[in-house]
């Protein structure tokens, strides 16, 4: 088996043996309408309508969303445009709260017999993968058994960024939660095999899981090499399995589901209360957090200035959603949190590098997972030679920035990596 290749970061998980804690509820909560790499949802609510918590705020009929849900009791005090960090725009509802947190009357445990009432809950539930990347989960778990059947699913635990200890602590306080929904997931969908991947600098983890898989012959827990990006989809599929992802596969093509595991865990707790996805654990850190570092479940929709200023962060020169290596910097501090936000993260000073010219030394190719070739990307880009992009390969680069943290002229390559992928054609859907 080749030995992948990647990078050794320094871990900062200061927040490791943070239990979780509630975050106070906020005085209102933005909740946009886009919260998956798919299509937005419309509004089922309007100004001055009241809501309770887990009401169906939003919904679709399109392929590729989920629904959304209010995380809080309150009034609509407003709907309007929000820009999202990708650029798009999409409908924000915002709702002033009344501190009360009064649970939606409609909310009850779902009726799950087989496959499909499983899949449709998961839907109903709002889910979107919890590691960050906010793919709708029932689409990933109505993968076509005759065409793609599955054999293994892949516990995610690998949580490999620096800071992010959210799914750590998900393991430490909530193991019960995550067999439970690894049983669903195998019951209902049929998978034979599951593997729970942990990185060896989680001993106590391995410890807990290991204890929990005992008795169970189905799943095992699997540990890794601590390196950086691990717990990418395609880098994990390989450690776990030996299978490689293919250019324009999916890990179904290998026989393999993949699931965070903090989203396993609440499909436990979603079929077992109804509850949809109003909150969620995240860790705040970073060396502008002066008070208050931890982890906490925050409403959806609670606004970072809030968190930050729990945190006693006065005004941070750099504010990360997620970690510092695949997180999006935020330009307002006014964003919210986001089913797919797993950390804040504030830095202090701005640690931008000056740019110098390449010094064709190979230290990004030596550092890619995935055996590109950055600068070669890098100057086919720059010719905007799209032939040339599609020989190396572009379009399997996963944005981990291995090779920008391995530059030593600090060449932004990753993100030149996803610019150089917007110049080739997408193929037409028939």
Do not use: W
């Not at 599955?150 to 799914?167: G, K």
């Not at 979603?270 to 002066?290: E, K």
């Amino acid at each position: 088996m080749k030995k992948l290749n990647g990078i050794h970061l320094k871990h900062d998980k200061t927040t490791m043996d943070c239990q979780t804690v509630n975050f106070p509820i906020p005085g209102k909560v933005i909740i946009p309408m886009s919260q998956t790499m798919g299509a937005p949802c419309d509004c089922l609510v309007k100004v001055g309508d009241e809501v309770t918590v887990g009401q169906k705020i939003g919904d679709t009929s399109a392929f590729m969303s989920a629904p959304i849900h209010s995380s809080v009791s309150g009034k609509v005090s407003m709907i309007t445009d929000y820009l999202l960090t990708s650029g798009n725009v999409c409908k924000a509802i915002v709702i002033e709260t009344d501190g009360r947190q009064t649970i939606c009357p409609d909310i009850k445990q779902p009726e799950i017999t087989d496959r499909d009432s499983f899949i449709a809950a998961v839907r109903e539930s709002g889910l979107t993968g919890l590691g960050g990347a906010g793919f709708p989960t029932h689409i990933k778990l109505n993968f076509d058994s005759v065409k793609t059947p599955i054999d293994t699913l892949v516990i995610n635990a690998a949580e490999c960024e620096p800071y992010i200890t959210s799914d750590y602590r998900e393991m430490m306080e909530c193991p019960s939660d995550i067999i439970e929904g690894i049983l669903l997931v195998q019951k209902y969908l049929g998978i034979p095999y599951c593997k729970i991947c942990i990185e060896n600098n989680k001993p106590d983890a391995i410890a807990l899981m290991r204890e929990k898989t005992a008795e169970i012959k189905s799943a095992e827990v699997v540990v890794l090499p601590s390196s950086y990006p691990q717990g990418a989809e395609k880098v994990i599929v390989y450690s776990a399995t030996n299978r490689i992802i293919g250019e324009g596969e999916l890990p179904s093509n290998q026989g393999v589901v993949v699931l965070n595991v903090s989203t396993v865990a609440f499909i436990s707790r979603y079929c077992s209360t109804g509850m949809p996805l109003v909150s969620r654990r995240i860790t705040l850190d970073g060396p502008a957090i002066t008070k208050n570092y931890g982890n906490y479940t925050v409403p959806v929709g609670t606004q970072i200035s809030d968190i930050l200023a729990y945190g006693g962060a006065e005004n941070p020169a750099k504010v990360i959603y997620g970690g510092p290596m695949m997180g999006v910097c935020l330009y307002d501090t006014e964003q919210p949190i986001l089913k797919s936000t797993n950390a804040v993260i504030a830095f202090d000073k701005d640690t931008t590098l000056k740019t110098t010219a390449c010094i064709r030394c190979g230290s990004c190719i030596d550092a890619c997972p995935l055996d590109l070739m950055p600068v070669s990307i890098e100057n086919a880009y720059k010719a905007k030679d799209v032939e040339a992009l599609k020989s190396l390969k572009v379009m399997l680069c996963m944005n981990c920035g291995c090779c920008s943290y391995a530059c030593p002229a600090h060449r932004p390559l990753a993100e030149i990596n996803q610019l150089a992928k917007g110049l080739i054609p997408r193929p037409v859907k028939k």
